[in-house]
């Protein structure tokens, strides 16, 4: 193990903020959003292998394989539903799509 | 014998599978000559189980159901009874698949068709050869079943399919009887094996048995079409003509005195049951020839014909003869077959059309149908010598001899019923074939199709060689079940016999005169007149089958449909819809008040989201740094 676990998990910490400040600061575009999900699920992968690494066991790393598994149908759904909703209200705004007001 | 029994089952089944599933893709000539290989190929295997035949035989032959105490493997039981229904229905169902594939020529949904017929042959030696009760049920259930599909073989004419689901529920009702007997038999004795039940009657109080055998005797009715579960039967004539020869004449319905005969030691001890069996017989086999007098469809006449004699059989068993009623049964599956096919043959000549009273003239232009179809008439009639006149003269003298004045009444009853069925024949032989010629439609399937009534006909004529009163020699069939209970029948002299033979042979060539002065020669065309005009209402009683359906509409299916309709609309749409609906109605109110806090924007979710994620995160934090405790 070259590298420390908690540098890895500082890094994990800093991806994640990172997406989740994309996804909080680009709402105008949801594409950006579905992007910075998506950098969110790396983070969260990373200190799975990183733990995986660390202790020696593989759990961490079939995890993550089963994560991008899940991730690439997750992206696949979220862009057909982008299209459609582009396809309703010429627009990937995601505060044009209210309607879940009561 | 293992080896054959089990191909005699295996080969109808395999033909079944593979027409359903390899029927569109076989050329249609090979899926048909599959169907009927598969059946003759049973019949073979009957005949080589009958050479084999010395004592009556259980084999195994797998492993069905078995859970604690309920034991109900796959065994099949052959003894004299079930083998020579074996033998009858493999010869009687290949010559009718061979007509079937020609009747059937045009028709585009064939592999459905013979696919179903094969089944029907693989249910129905299922029922003849179980060994216990649940596996008898399975092949009860696999005849009813192929019934209905049959009847309603054309499925996209409303009358047809209601035909079939009122077979199918008219039979229910004897069916639940028949399951009621077999759960209570199981309570009783703990064992299912219909050989061990019918050793075992004397351990039960005779009450017992009686019910057990009333209930066996709704089953038998149900199946049978037996008064007063018959409606179903001409109805069930919206089927191919085929099926009507092969399921409703020869074999199917005959299950219900099948199950009464095989359960014969076990119930024959009450006389309750009995009587109950031979009264049932008697008013049925008298309803059915009464109405067939007055019907005018050529299918509905044999319909009523078959009930009629049905009738007969379970009188026979009624009395006590077991013998008798399996005798009728055999010779009737030959002449009643034949008399269907060769009303198959009539009505495909003349373009499908069934009403008698627009047929004629067929004598001379279809004259192997018409000789044919006059054998089974005899037959049917009873007129003497022929095969269909010791069959019945064989319960008739059983009745007689049984004595007492129950006995003494079902037999001037039966006679009656005779007389009118020597009537009805001859009635529809003179509609049908004499008068003025009419140009049949003559093809080549017809050529094919009157060929295999040949070989019916001279069943049903010499059938009687089969079992020959005593004073002309031993009857083969009364030593061949002399073994079995209610086999040995009680046995006149030999005078008393043949007066009793004379008195039935007389009643029959009575009704043949009967019908000759009414509907033969001048009066014929009179007749045709008569019957354009509004029938009488002692005719219209009679054809309408005593108005027993009316009856059933009033007292059942009336009360039935108004009972659904408060169902329906007031407890269903009333009570249970109102309630969800307000249900929902409330939730939604509900919802949409408290949507009212919500934004409905993405971004304050996600906003709030992370900021609720901190707060944990936060909260941990503070519980690393800080620890309690």
Redesign the interface.
């Known amino acids: 193990m070259s590298v420390p676990l908690y540098h890895v998990l500082i890094l994990a910490s800093i991806m994640f903020a990172m997406g ?1 400040g994309c ?2 600061a680009w ?1 105008a575009n949801v594409i950006m ?1 579905l992007i910075g999900i998506e950098i969110m699920l790396n983070a969260v992968m990373l200190t799975f292998v990183a733990g995986s690494a660390q202790w020696g066991i593989a759990d961490g790393q079939i995890f993550s394989l089963m994560l991008i598994a899940l991730t690439s149908a997750e992206v696949s759904l979220a862009l057909a539903m982008v299209v459609y909703l582009h396809r309703r209200k010429r627009s990937v705004d ?2 044009d ?6 | 014998m293992q080896i054959y029994l089990t191909l005699m089952l295996f080969f109808p089944l395999f033909g079944a599978l593979i027409s359903m599933l390899l029927g569109r893709k076989l050329p249609r000539r090979l899926v048909e000559a599959n169907a009927c290989a598969a059946v003759w190929g049973s019949f073979v295997c009957a005949l080589c189980a009958a050479f084999a035949y010395h004592a009556p035989e259980t084999v195994v032959v797998g492993r069905w159901l078995a859970a604690f105490d309920l034991q109900a493997p796959i065994s099949l039981y052959l003894d004299p009874l079930s083998l020579s229904l074996a033998v009858m229905i493999g010869f009687v169902c290949g010559l009718i698949h061979i007509y079937a594939v020609f009747y059937m020529a045009g028709e585009a949904d064939y592999p459905r068709f013979l696919a179903l017929l094969n089944l029907f042959v693989f249910a129905m030696l299922t029922l003849i050869l179980a060994e216990n009760l649940p596996l008898l049920y399975l092949g009860w259930e696999g005849v009813g079943f192929c019934s209905y599909l049959l009847i309603g073989f054309w499925y996209t004419d409303k009358n047809n399919a209601d035909a079939g689901r009122k077979a199918f529920i008219t039979t229910r009702i004897g069916d639940t009887a028949l399951v009621v007997a077999i759960a209570w038999l199981f309570q009783l004795f703990g064992t299912l094996s219909i050989t061990e039940l019918n050793g075992m009657a004397f351990l039960m109080p005779g009450w017992i048995i009686t019910a057990i055998g009333l209930l066996m005797l709704v089953g038998a009715m149900g199946k049978s079409a037996q008064v007063p579960l018959m409606v179903w039967l001409p109805d069930a004539m919206a089927g191919p003509t085929p099926v009507s020869a092969m399921i409703h004449a020869a074999t199917m319905v005959t299950a219900g005195v099948y199950l009464l005969a095989r359960m014969f030691p076990l119930i024959g001890g009450s006389g309750t049951v009995l009587a109950a069996i031979a009264v049932t017989g008697g008013v049925t086999a008298f309803y059915g020839a009464s109405c067939a007098v007055a019907q005018r469809d050529l299918k509905r006449v044999l319909a009523f014909s078959t009930i009629s004699q049905i009738g007969y059989m379970m009188l026979g068993v009624g009395a006590g003869a077991v013998t008798a009623a399996t005798f009728h049964l055999l010779v009737h599956a030959f002449f009643k077959a034949l008399l269907f096919l060769g009303a198959g043959c009539v009505i495909n000549a003349m373009h499908h059309e069934q009403d008698i009273f627009k047929m004629g003239g067929l004598r001379r232009t279809l004259p192997l149908t018409y000789w044919c179809f006059l054998a089974g008439a005899l037959c049917l009639a009873g007129l003497p010598l022929t095969g269909g006149f010791f069959s019945k003269d064989s319960i008739l003298a059983a009745l007689w001899l049984k004595g007492g004045p129950l006995y003494c009444g079902l037999y001037l009853l039966a006679l009656v019923t005779a007389l009118l069925t020597a009537f009805y024949s001859f009635r529809l032989v003179y509609l049908v074939f004499y008068g003025p010629d009419q140009k049949p439609h003559r093809n080549r399937e017809l050529r094919v199709m009157e060929l295999v009534l040949i070989p019916l006909a001279v069943l049903g004529l010499f059938g009687g060689v089969l079992n020959l009163p005593a004073y002309l020699g031993e009857g083969f069939l009364s030593g061949f079940f002399a073994q079995l209970a209610g086999g040995a029948a009680a046995e006149g002299s030999h005078t008393e016999e043949l007066l009793l033979q004379a008195v039935a042979g007389g009643l029959a060539l009575a009704g043949l005169l009967a019908a000759h002065l009414r509907y033969g020669g001048k009066a014929r065309a009179q007749r045709l007149l008569e019957s354009s005009s509004h029938p009488s209402p002692m005719a219209a009683f009679l054809l309408n089958g005593w108005y027993f359906d009316r009856f059933y509409r009033a007292l059942l299916i009336r009360p039935y449909q108004a009972l659904s309709g408060i169902l329906w609309q007031a407890v269903d749409e009333g009570v249970i819809d109102d309630t969800l609906d307000r249900l929902a109605g409330g939730l939604g109110a509900s ?13 304050m979710y ?2 709030s989201f ?1 900021a609720g994620g901190a707060l944990v995160l936060g909260y941990l934090a503070w519980l690393v740094i800080w620890p309690t405790g």
């Open positions: 989740l996804v909080i709402r959003m995601t505060d799509f209210d309607s879940m007001k009561g | 919802g949409s008040w408290l949507g009212r806090w919500s934004t409905g924007r993405v971004s996600i906003i992370a």
